[in-house]
């Protein structure tokens, strides 16, 4: 049984999907059945039971990969000891990530550790919350950063920050001159919606204020966000991260009477604890995070509309 087989079985298990996994590990679907087989061979039993659109662990499957997770760690912890032994030099730190955390808090802290240890591969990987806490359970990822709280047992979790959500007018809107403004003001607007976890965050308050939103796009991306905003397509509510780059044609006015807030968190893999580049990465996120974003008063409504 070799590790590469492992991590091959291990991907299989994770996309339950055979196509899916030989495109993220940059294989040939038949070679990577290959390897599988040859793997259930070496075992004298079915690991995974193969469907046309889904592929099943059987019972043997499952307890391998309970194993498969804990081997894997095991080895690239042994391979980031010998690699590390001269201070962090050279290895790989792969960080799992929502989008607003890669694109709007980790640039300073990436370039910070770039500059510090330009030896040590740095993999970023954006996905949703679900998908980040996905990656680090399996431990493809040592970090991850989400909007709390996720589900799953396989990670430590450490609260990061509290950020606060805001309306997001383009600068010609009636309310872009507001101190505040109430969520029910644009009960009749058209939302464009920023995907993930702040979707539902946004969907749960528009409800508690009274209204159904209605939908006039959602997407991944929160530049997309911004320019559909900014070209009159609708309103957004956006977190305070998404706030630092709205250009000059974008207003953020701060909500009164029922706030909405989330909190961001720090997930890790668990067992033998950080390796040396994760403990490096932790440590400079913590000093760029203490003043990047401050805890979000919840219920404060003094700020004036931003832009």
């Known amino acids: 049984m070799e590790l590469y087989q492992l991590r091959y079985f291990l991907e299989v298990a994770t996309q339950r999907n055979f196509t899916r996994a030989a495109a993220r590990l940059h294989l040939a679907q038949a070679a990577l059945s ?3 087989r040859k793997l259930e061979q070496e075992l004298g039993t079915v690991l995974v039971v193969r ?3 889904e592929s099943t662990l059987t019972a043997a499957g499952d307890a391998l990969l309970l194993h498969a997770r804990s081997l894997l760690a095991g080895a690239e912890t042994a391979r980031q000891a010998v690699l590390d032994v001269a201070g962090v030099r050279r290895g790989r730190l792969v960080v799992a990530c929502i989008p607003s955390v890669s694109s709007c808090l980790l640039p300073p802290v990436i370039v910070a550790f770039r500059a510090k240890y330009p030896e ?3 993999v970023l990987v954006e996905e949703t919350s679900a998908g980040v806490a996905e990656w680090v359970e399996s431990g493809r990822a040592e970090l991850g950063f989400v909007q709390l709280p996720v589900a799953g047992r396989g990670f430590g979790v450490e609260p990061l920050l509290m950020e606060r959500f805001d309306l997001v007018v383009p600068r010609g809107h009636r309310l872009a001159r507001r101190m505040s403004a109430g969520l029910a003001e644009v009960a009749e607007e058209p939302f464009v919606f920023y995907r993930g976890r702040a979707r539902e965050s ?9 209204f159904e939103p209605r939908v006039a796009c959602e997407t991944m991306e929160l530049d997309t966000v911004r320019a559909l905003v900014a070209a009159g397509l609708g309103v957004a509510l956006l977190p305070e991260l998404a706030l630092r780059s709205l250009g000059p044609a974008l207003v953020a006015v ?3 009477a029922n706030p909405i807030a989330r909190q961001l968190g720090l997930l890790h893999r668990l067992g033998p604890g950080f390796s040396p580049a994760g403990q490096a990465f932790r440590a400079l996120l913590k000093t760029s995070a203490d003043g990047a974003v ?3 008063e919840i219920g404060a409504s003094e700020a004036g509309p931003r832009s």
Request: negative net charge.
């Open 34 to 36: 290959e390897q599988i």
């Open 120 to 122: 040590v591969e740095l």
């Open 254 to 256: 701060p909500l009164e």
């Open 51 to 53: 469907g046309r659109r």
């Open 294 to 296: 401050p805890q979000s």
């Open 202 to 210: 946004a969907l749960e308050a528009c409800r508690a204020a009274g």
